[in-house]
T-cell receptor, first 114, second 113 residues
Framework: AQSVTQLDSQVPVFEEAPVELRCNYSSSVSVYLFWYVQYPNQGLQLLLKYLSGSTLVKGINGFEAEFNKSQTSFHLRKPSVHISDTAEYFCAVSEGTGFQKLVFGTGTRLLVSP | DTEVTQTPKHLVMGMTNKKSLKCEQHMGHRAMYWYKQKAKKPPELMFVYSYEKLSINESVPSRFSPECPNSSLLNLHLHALQPEDSALYLC????????????FGPGTRLTVT
């Protein structure tokens, strides 16, 4: 069975600083990996995805993530954050075969302050 | 267009009421999902429809009844809910159940009094 670990429940950072949100997964098969962002009182928006190919994926709003199979990680990065990036970020994994059930991590709250 | 719409945005209902949540997508997706999300938690899968047929029911109580009238619409009928059912209900869709990403709607904030 798959599982996703987001070790940091909250990450405080100053505006214009770089940030990394960590995500580790466990799975015995090939996986698809996703990062979603949720702003207060809204649904989830897809930030980026890794399905296959290049391990460095670029998403919306200046975010990128790197798939590292040996370390079973898919960390999310942004070189310079804005106040508007304050939100909850969920890492999710689904198996590369069969039914694509999304397994979510517990989420990381990114708090950007001036 | 990657939009999934949900109505209503907010819903307050008593424990004896019957209400419905609606979800719509026009991306030609053939898989649609209902999730429940409690505060400060990740979404939990409730139901999956594939080609308008119920594929997965994650042991959801019968007071929640899903319906997929056509490939663009998904409803969730609610009856005799409990206060602990108060949550954000999210609809999502994907090209197919074996496809990659799911696209989420904005959710319906449900309060059961």
């Amino acid at each position: 069975a798959q599982s996703v670990t987001q070790l940091d429940s909250q990450v405080p950072v100053f505006e214009e600083a770089p940030v990394e949100l960590r995500c580790n997964y466990s799975s015995s098969v090939s996986v698809y990996l996703f990062w979603y962002v949720q702003y207060p009182n809204q649904g989830l928006q897809l930030l980026l995805k890794y399905l296959s190919g290049s391990t460095l994926v670029k998403g919306i709003n200046g975010f990128e993530a790197e798939f590292n199979k040996s370390q079973t990680s898919f960390h999310l990065r942004k070189p310079s954050v804005h106040i508007s990036d304050t939100a909850e970020y969920f890492c999710a994994v689904s198996e590369g075969t069969g039914f694509q059930k999304l397994v979510f991590g517990t989420g990381t709250r990114l708090l950007v302050s001036p | 267009d990657t939009e999934v719409t949900q109505t209503p945005k907010h819903l307050v209902m008593g424990m004896t009421n019957k209400k419905s949540l609606k979800c719509e997508q026009h991306m030609g997706h053939r898989a649609m999902y209902w999730y429940k999300q409690k505060a400060k938690k990740p979404p939990e899968l409730m139901f999956v429809y594939s080609y308008e047929k119920l594929s997965i029911n994650e042991s959801v109580p019968s007071r929640f009844s899903p319906e997929c009238p056509n490939s663009s619409l998904l409803n969730l009928h609610l009856h005799a809910l409990q206060p602990e059912d108060s949550a954000l209900y999210l609809c999502a869709s994907s090209q197919a159940v074996r496809a990659g990403e799911q696209y989420f709607g904005p959710g319906t904030r449900l309060t059961v009094t």
